[in-house]
């Protein structure tokens, strides 16, 4: 299975919509997607997320599914160091880097600054549980911290495989038939999905990793073992559709100058 979200574009937060910029990045996008075979599409609710897959969609003659639990994680609080209010993320290194808890895949939402608003705590729970209701439809069920697939046929692969192999032709005649599903959302959303998936503390993600706008976030079930899955990253925050069309990387979500190569 393929899981692969994807940032909005360069957003006019104001009128939560998206720049001019933000509009030629979109168009990008779609010629990039719609070459793709996917099974099906997702979005956030709120406009930057709906005008970005909107240009994809219209060229697809697609439809998505608009899910409220994938709107931004924007429960606001007030940073004690900076006086900022706004995003629970963006703190200063010997802030959040310096507490256990924060290093914790459960009990980041426990610290002093997380609990000041009550809906950290339950919409991590909530958009966690619907991604997890969302995969068991494509057969993928929670267990613990990975997923089984009842229903899927065993392997056991005890190695990476060469191509021409055996193993190599029948796991590429699988992945043609394998689901692939895009969310059009949010960096901080796609964050707590992947702590989620990936069993990576929250701030880790969010404070480690840049997702510029319209970037690609792909994830794959690798399924070798019984029938056990578990998901591994096979490209993070990918822009190339940006650099071949020439479009500059926006600087929107950095706090350094972003590489543009």
Not at 166 to 192: D, M, Q, R, W
Request: hydrophobic share 40%; glycine share 4%; aromatic share 12%.
């Amino acid at each position: 299975m393929k899981i692969i979200f994807i940032r909005h574009g360069e957003p006019d937060y104001t009128n939560d919509t998206l720049t001019e910029k933000g509009w030629k990045e979109a168009n990008l996008l779609a010629e990039r997607v719609s070459k793709w075979n996917v099974t099906d599409f997702y979005c956030s609710p709120l406009g930057r997320a709906q005008d970005t897959a909107s240009c994809t969609l219209k060229k697809m003659n697609r439809t998505a599914v608009t899910l409220d639990w994938m709107r931004e994680f924007s429960y606001w609080i007030d940073d004690p160091i900076t006086n900022r209010k706004g995003v629970p993320w963006d703190f200063v290194p010997s802030f959040w880097s310096n507490d256990p808890l924060m290093l914790d895949i459960d009990k980041w939402v426990e610290t002093d600054v997380m609990k000041q608003n009550p809906q950290i705590p339950l919409q991590y729970k909530n958009a966690c549980e619907n991604m997890d209701k969302l995969l068991e439809h494509y057969g993928y069920v929670r267990e613990n911290h990975f997923y089984r697939m009842p229903d899927a046929k065993e392997r056991f692969l005890t190695q990476t495989f060469d191509p021409d192999t055996p193993e190599a032709l029948e796991a590429a005649s699988t992945n043609k038939e394998e689901p692939c599903i895009v969310f059009f959302c949010h960096l901080g959303i796609t964050c707590i999905m992947l702590s989620h998936l990936l069993n990576i503390p929250f701030p880790l993600l969010v404070h480690g990793f840049f997702l510029p706008t319209t970037s690609l976030t792909i994830l794959s079930s690798e399924e070798r073992w019984s029938n056990e899955a578990y998901f591994r990253v096979q490209a993070m925050g990918d822009v190339h559709h940006l650099l071949s069309g020439n479009e500059p990387i926006a600087q929107a979500g950095s706090f350094a100058n972003v590489f543009q190569g």
